[in-house]
């Protein structure tokens, strides 16, 4: 066994008793060098762009309660910012909302219009028709026109059983990061576009639990409620 023996060196014995006042010196001088503006006393804080708003009490209400709490938030946070399709904004979220208006009112870039819509229900419709012999070649031209109508009337149309099912199955078979995605067949759909409100949604969420753990014998199962819409 070796044993290493450390001897200390005069010199930086030396460095290490004068350097508190050094550090002291440099880290004063690093801190008006490089400190950022956010750490700036406010009075200081003339640099900034924009000005911190002046605050204000705001009455804010519990929505299933109805309870009322006063809170201080700032009066022009959210002036002048953007809303989302549920309304929301960088500090207001509206996605637990139940109902909600706006909502469709799709104002960004991404959104897709209505010649695209169709042409991609045209595209899933077809090859669900041809993976799975659903619809026959007549029933096919049917549901092409009906869908087509409901899109150009409302901007989207409802999926059948069969599309539904047959959606999330390739959904998961087109998931190329899923080690699983090879049993997509064995895939249980449950639908639940029919739920309206917050207990029979939680209520449904227990029982997909309670299904898909099968006594310990996992079930690939998935949930699928109805997409928020207009109220």
């Known amino acids: 066994m070796t044993t290493l023996k450390l001897t200390p060196n005069p010199t930086s014995v030396e460095n290490l008793q004068r350097a508190p006042d050094e550090i002291l010196e440099k880290c004063a001088l690093l801190d008006q060098m490089v400190t950022p503006a956010p750490f700036i006393k406010l009075k200081d804080r003339t640099n900034m762009a924009p000005a911190i708003p002046r605050k204000c ?21 959210d002036t002048d910012k953007p809303r989302h399709t ?27 219009s209505k010649v695209v819509k169709i042409q991609e229900a045209k595209k899933f419709l077809v090859q669900l028709f041809e993976e799975t012999g659903t619809y026959s070649s007549k029933e096919l031209i049917e549901r092409l026109e009906q869908v087509e109508t409901d899109i150009l009337d409302k ?8 599309e539904l099912d047959f959606g999330c199955r390739l959904a998961w078979r087109n998931s190329g990061r899923c080690i699983m995605r090879k049993v997509y067949t064995s895939l249980e759909v449950r639908d639940c576009r ?3 409100n917050s207990d029979d949604c939680f209520a449904q969420i227990v029982e997909h639990l ?15 409620f109805a997409p928020k819409k207009d109220m």
């Open 194 to 196: 029919n739920v309206k």
């Open 57 to 77: 009490p705001f009455e804010l209400e519990q929505l299933e309660t109805g309870e009322k709490e006063s809170v201080l938030l700032s009066e022009s946070t």
């Open 210 to 224: 309670r299904y898909a753990q099968n006594a310990g014998a996992i079930k690939p199962v998935i949930s699928i």
């Open 155 to 162: 901007g989207s149309y409802d999926h059948t059983n069969a």
């Open 86 to 112: 549920v309304g929301c904004t960088p500090h207001e979220c509206h996605g637990a909302l139940m109902k909600k208006n706006g909502f469709n009112d799709v104002s960004n870039s991404y959104a897709l």
